[in-house]
């Protein structure tokens, strides 16, 4: 998913000549405030009397957790980029994006009051997420943390939050253990693995009822990390109610030299179906290791990561022909929801590049939780945490290829999944579920003397 | 605490007055991020004295004491999760177990001459690294979860029979002050025993040392002993500190560096300077982060960095020799003074000498 950073000095020419523009529609709206309705918000906010109302010196701040340096800061800073353009939806009046508290400046039952992200970096590391988590609680004052990309700095800056008693929105960690563990402040907008591996069983049952592929026997391949642990063991819990049997299972190394054995292995299981979760460079090893040994199964639908990276498919060209995977976000979703199609135009004008998986989740998950504070008409984290309860988004409120937002009994959102998108003529395009697919799946695999 | 007192001129005085101002500070300092800033650098304070045990006074320079920390976090907390052990008793397991530990694998390695010893370390942490990552009993690269203690009104809360504190983390602060007390008494006493002295004679110069009758690999055994039980120790609270650890936040390599950095900058071989080293070196990386980090440009990293490098290049014997030096120039003032040498042999333990 990593793309070259490029600034666009046009784009900047053109964000600084429209900004001091928009500034002034703004100021024209301002009047209206209490009565512009976001245009896509499912529920008229109605403020019960004895709410406690706007801070007082009219700014809500939030703490904003992410990996701004280290192996991650380029996702990390892309985030942040993401999460200051859902900022500016709310803070200034931008009735022509149909997002919730686009329309009219500022916070509306807040008096119109003015959201400020307070950033922190987390390093990437576990220790460094709960001491910011801690700062920001205690030295910042904010109303609420966001956060942290990766998952174990998610639980221990959670931890702070579940300590401070303050609400906590992840929007992009996906391991399932972070809403199973009940915390009663941390909330979810993103998928996590267990919801992501039903999509890609969704996929093969449908692949099945409709191109009557018969696929019913699934090879396991992940790499020996969090991820692909976790992956795996989503998977194989979930085979067993779709009637798919697991022919076996292969665990790799991370960065391996050679995979030939391990691909040997899966020739053995001959199963159907392969699934694997790896990383870049295990993803393109595996490819041409497969291609070497005349592997080939009827289809391959792999978890996300390396066969997502568009650098797999420029490394292994037409070998990559056909090879599925499920993703978070597609740049189909442009065509599909215009929605999404105009915040990526402001992105892509703020940021040199288009949105993508992490930025697209974070830009939603903090839309949530300033709805959330929204409806709370209070700073008052009980207050807060009641109404990212009451959540009730529908599928017009996301740039996601979701249904919507409501959480459930582990305050994880219900309504949030994946796409599959296969490669087809050297492009990812979407062909999983049906409403936001662009082409047909094809299936099954071209063998790999009879491509192009 | 008799011997801290003897090998520094002044007395009993500065240690008093340091220990009542530690254990006032929290009553000053009621704010949540500066505590959290004292309780880390009580935390390494203790882990590079426990560094120091090995590095400094035996001259076995460790890159993997974080395997040792490591130990102990996952000792107490695999205790605590399957067997409901309080931590106070996963504690001093975990620092037996990583004292075997590192009898153990260290037999071999101080086969090993100078450098190559030092990579050894480093590869000792990384295999056990590798090694949690991909251990299901102790839930590999997921991690464990310490579950909250909560009260009746299902919030966490205190409790130190298992602890953990979630309404104040002022008493974390005083657990790890006893913590690093005592890791600090241990120094001392090591310091002064006849096994100090064995090891700074291994350090000086290990064939003297067996020449005179010294048992090298035995005493050397019994340093990295000592020094994997201090950090194993360090490593339960740190996990009760945290509520979470994963191979990558107990094990990892910079983990290792910064513990010997902190004793490395501080002065190598002296009780005060892994203190003074925690004192400057944490304090600076969490502010830089603080003020600087938000913006994403990683400046507050080339300042951290910047001024680790000003430090080694001006004051390569420690931060424990800024002290020295002044002292010299004191006593160089009055008549007659017999410690013109400290501070000039970083390599050789500088207390000890004044007696």
Redesign the interface.
């Known amino acids: 998913m990593r793309r070259h950073h490029r600034w666009n000095w046009n784009a900047l020419a053109v964000v600084g000549l429209l900004a001091p523009i928009l500034t002034l529609s703004a100021g024209g709206a301002r009047g209206a405030i209490q009565d512009a309705t976001p245009a896509a918000s499912p529920v008229a906010v109605e403020c019960p009397p004895d709410a406690a109302g706007a801070p007082e010196d009219g700014v809500v701040r939030v703490g904003v957790i992410l990996p701004?340096?280290g192996t991650a800061?380029t996702v990390?800073?892309d985030e942040?980029a993401a999460l200051e353009l859902a900022v500016e939806f709310v803070n200034e009046d931008r009735a022509e994006v149909p997002l919730p508290l686009a329309a009219g400046a500022g916070l509306p039952t807040l008096d119109g009051a003015q959201v400020e992200l307070?950033?922190?970096?987390s390093?990437g590391?576990?220790?460094?997420g709960?001491?910011?988590a801690?700062?920001l609680?205690?030295?910042e004052n904010v109303v609420a943390l966001f956060g942290a990309y990766n998952s174990?700095v998610t639980?221990?800056a959670s931890?702070a939050a579940?300590?401070a008693?303050i609400p906590f929105l992840n929007a992009e960690s996906s391991?399932p253990?972070l809403t199973e563990?009940g915390y009663?402040w941390f909330f979810r907008t993103s998928p996590h693995d267990g919801t992501f591996s039903e999509g890609i069983y969704d996929f093969i049952e449908s692949l099945n009822a409709n191109q009557s592929a018969g696929l019913e026997t699934v090879s396991l391949l992940y790499e020996?990390?969090?991820f692909g642990?976790?992956s795996a063991a989503a998977l194989t819990e979930q085979a067993g109610t779709r009637g798919l049997t697991i022919a076996g299972e292969v665990r790799h190394a991370t960065g391996a030299s050679s995979l030939t054995a391990e691909v040997q292995a899966l020739q053995q299981q001959a199963a159907d179906v392969l699934i694997p979760s790896s990383y870049t460079t295990d993803a393109i090893l595996t490819v041409q290791t497969a291609r070497q040994l005349g592997y080939l199964p009827q289809m391959i639908v792999a978890q996300d990561a390396g066969y997502a990276d568009p650098a797999f498919v420029e490394a292994v060209g037409a070998d990559a022909e056909g090879i599925a995977t499920r993703s978070a976000f597609s740049p189909d979703i442009f065509e599909v929801k215009p929605v999404a199609g105009q915040v990526n135009e402001l992105y892509r004008a703020a940021t040199g590049k288009d949105l993508y998986d992490v930025p697209a989740r974070g830009l939603t998950g903090m839309l949530v939780l300033l709805d959330a504070i929204n409806r709370a008409c209070s700073t008052d984290p009980e207050a807060i945490h009641q109404a990212l309860v009451d959540t009730n988004l529908g599928e017009a409120d996301t740039i996601m290829p979701w249904t919507g937002v409501t959480f459930d009994d582990n305050q994880q959102n219900e309504l949030g999944r994946g796409i599959i998108v296969q490669v087809q003529g050297g492009q990812y395009r979407t062909v999983f579920p049906p409403e936001f697919a662009v082409v047909e799946p094809v299936v099954p695999l071209a063998p790999w003397d009879q491509r192009p | 605490m008799t011997g801290f007192a003897r090998s520094r001129p002044g007395g009993w005085l500065p240690v008093a007055a340091t220990l009542s101002a530690l254990v006032v500070f929290p009553l000053v300092v009621d704010d949540g991020s500066w505590l959290n800033t004292a309780v880390l650098v009580l935390l390494y304070a203790g882990l590079a004295q426990a560094w120091n045990i090995l590095g400094g006074f035996a001259g076995q320079i460790s890159l993997g004491n974080a395997a040792f920390f490591g130990i102990g976090a996952y000792t107490s907390t695999v205790l605590l999760d399957r067997w409901n052990v309080s931590p106070w008793l996963g504690m001093p397991i975990g620092a037996v177990i990583a004292a075997g530990f590192a009898v153990a694998v260290f037999f071999p390695f101080f086969r090993l001459g100078g450098h190559y010893f030092a990579i050894a370390t480093i590869a000792l942490a990384e295999i056990l690294l590798i090694l949690f990552t991909n251990w299901a009993f102790v839930r590999g690269a997921r991690g464990m979860t310490i579950p909250f203690v909560r009260g009746p009104d299902r919030r966490p809360t205190d409790s130190w029979a298992f602890l953990q504190f979630n309404e104040s983390r002022v008493p974390y602060y005083y657990v790890v002050l006893g913590l690093a007390v005592l890791a600090v008494a241990i120094a001392i006493a090591v310091e002064r025993s006849k096994l100090g002295y064995y090891l700074r004679a291994i350090k000086n110069d290990q064939q003297a040392a067996r020449s005179l009758g010294v048992p090298v690999l035995r005493y050397k055994l019994i340093a990295v002993a000592i020094s994997a039980a201090v950090s194993a120790v360090f490593g339960t609270f740190y996990a009760q500190y945290l509520l979470f650890i994963d191979p990558e936040t107990t094990m990892r390599l910079e983990l290792s560096v910064l513990i010997a950095l902190v004793a490395i900058l501080g002065g190598v071989g002296t009780v005060v300077g892994p203190l003074l080293g925690a004192l400057v070196l944490i304090p600076l990386s969490e502010v830089t982060r603080s003020q600087l980090a938000g913006s994403g440009n990683t400046l507050d990293l080339v300042l951290y960095g910047g001024l680790i490098m000003l430090i080694a290049v001006f004051q390569p014997n420690g931060l424990v020799a800024v002290g020295d030096r002044v002292r010299r120039r004191r006593r160089a003032v009055r008549p007659a003074g017999d410690g013109a040498e400290r501070g000039d042999a970083p390599l050789v333990g500088a207390p000890g000498a004044g007696d």
């Open positions: 701004l340096s800061a990390g800073n942040r307070v950033f922190a970096d390093q590391q576990a220790e460094v709960q001491s910011e801690t700062r609680i205690e030295d174990a639980r221990t931890t579940e300590r008693g391991s253990d563990q009663y020996d990390t969090d642990v976790n």
